[in-house]
């Protein structure tokens, strides 16, 4: 299988731009471009379909035997990479307050998630391998799109649990009300914290260390473009009455 099929040409990138832009031009776009219609833009530029469902593909080209991982957020927002809720982690949460070697058995697990997650798709759709589809929007109006490969039925593993070593969080306070501690990954090589799981709450996993994905994309996989200011936007006016052309 040719690995580079899970990367768009440029003539697709451009029609992806297009796509985008002409969403953001709609009078009720905010400056946020949701996940579904990246799903949906990528599907349609690539002739795959869209899954809509809770697993780790969101996009799938069945042909090609090639799928994707979509994620659409402001550049501030963190990106959360799944709810990751481990077995027995009651009793694992417990142990990694007394050691080292529990904290690490804990982290292991987490990452054992994400991989299994990944793997899972792989089978279950029978594909070769997993793309990451990724749209970064920035305050200016500036974006970033980029893809970048994740895992193949060769090299399953998205994340190396032997690369983090694990910690809970400070708690802290906001006015009257106590934050829940979450657990870290630090990234043993640079010591930057790539994961945060919230696993006394809502099992979010936020991923941190996907900015040094960012740095990382290939100028060959990647695009960078203006969206349209709120002047540029469509008259709310003029779009009801396009769109009550087209509906008689």
Sequence with gaps: MNEAAIFSNPA??????????????LP?????????????ALAHVRNAEVLRTYDFVD???RQQRIGWQVKSTQAATPVTWKRAKIPNQVALIAESRKSARGKQVLGD???DCCNQHA?????????????????????????????RRLCTQA??????????????????????????????GIHRATQEKWFAWHGLGENQLHF?????????????????????????????????????????
């Design 12 to 25: 697709q990138m451009k029609r992806l731009v297009q796509i985008i832009t002409s969403y953001a031009r």
């Design 28 to 40: 009720f776009a905010s400056h946020n471009i949701p996940g579904a219609l990246l799903e949906s």
């Design 59 to 61: 996009v799938i080209q």
């Design 109 to 111: 697990a987490i990452i």
């Design 119 to 147: 793997l899972a798709s792989l089978h279950r759709y029978e594909l070769e391998a997993i793309g990451y589809a990724r749209l970064i929007l920035h305050p200016d109006h500036q974006a970033n799109y980029f893809e």
């Design 155 to 184: 090299s399953p593993a998205i994340f190396n649990k032997l690369e983090f070593e694990w910690c809970w969080s400070t708690a802290k306070k906001t006015g009257k009300k106590e934050q829940l501690q979450a657990f870290h």
């Design 208 to 248: 941190n260390g996907e900015r040094r994905w960012w740095e990382e994309a290939s100028k060959l996989h990647a695009v960078t473009f203006s969206l349209p200011m709120a002047s540029d936007q469509l008259d709310l006016e003029k779009f009801v009455a396009l769109l009550s052309k087209l509906t008689t």
